[in-house]
């Protein structure tokens, strides 16, 4: 009994730092209700991965480039729907980004960009203390997509465009935008 009370009270005590970050945008919310669900995409990395992927030893300019956007990132969170050939409706896409809009908080968010072209509007919002970026979001609003991405930890904007470019993960091509504007 007193083990089990032990593991979760180590479970409760590394989730506090996450969760207290995430209340403040409400975009954990977001993730815990549509994570899995049928038709969304979901992807939850943590510090863990990205921690590995620093220790690799490569000569490869491309995979040292996506290790400098990875330096300081502790959590990326990415959450898409896309309607595609058989899969998908504009109704489910359109919900999904009102409960975007109506549930994460942005108050504390300085909007960095706004990018409209054809296919979608791209906003990209952070918190910041000093010169030192916290959380970056990411909202798509796409004729076919609608994509809400985090990322958390101590974030350099100067390569976070490449870690679109090298995760090939749907919506993370939206970074990039963040490159060209």
């Keep these: 009994m007193r083990h089990n009370f032990v593991k979760f009270l ?11 970050v ?6 954990n919310s ?10 969304y995409t979901s992807v939850d990395i943590n510090k863990g991965l990205f921690e590995l992927f ?34 998908g409706n504009i109704e489910e896409k359109e919900r999904f980004i009102n409960d975007i809009r109506s549930n994460v908080t942005l108050d504390e968010f300085e909007e960095l960009l706004v990018v409209k072209d ?3 509007n791209i906003n990209f919002y952070a918190i910041s203390s000093g010169s030192v970026i916290r959380e970056v979001l990411m909202i ?12 958390y930890g101590d974030i350099d904007l100067k ?23």
């Excluded at 977001?30 to 038709?39: A, L």
């Excluded at 490869?60 to 990132?73: L, M, N, S, W």
């Excluded at 390569?159 to 504007?181: P, Q, R, V």
């Design 54 to 87: 620093a220790e690799i030893d490569a000569d490869d300019p491309e995979f040292d480039d996506f290790q400098k956007a990875i330096e300081g990132v502790e959590s990326m969170r990415l959450i898409a729907y896309q309607i595609e050939e058989d899969k």
């Design 159 to 181: 390569h976070i465009a490449k870690l679109g470019s090298t995760m090939d993960l749907g919506g993370m091509e939206y970074l990039g935008k963040m490159k060209n504007n």
């Design 118 to 120: 054809k296919d979608a």
């Design 10 to 20: 180590m479970i409760v005590l590394m989730a506090v730092p996450f969760a207290t």
């Design 30 to 39: 977001i993730f815990e209700r549509y994570s899995g669900k049928d038709g």
């Design 22 to 27: 995430a209340q403040k945008s409400g975009a």
């Design 140 to 151: 798509v609003d796409g004729a076919n997509e609608a994509v809400l991405l985090s990322l």
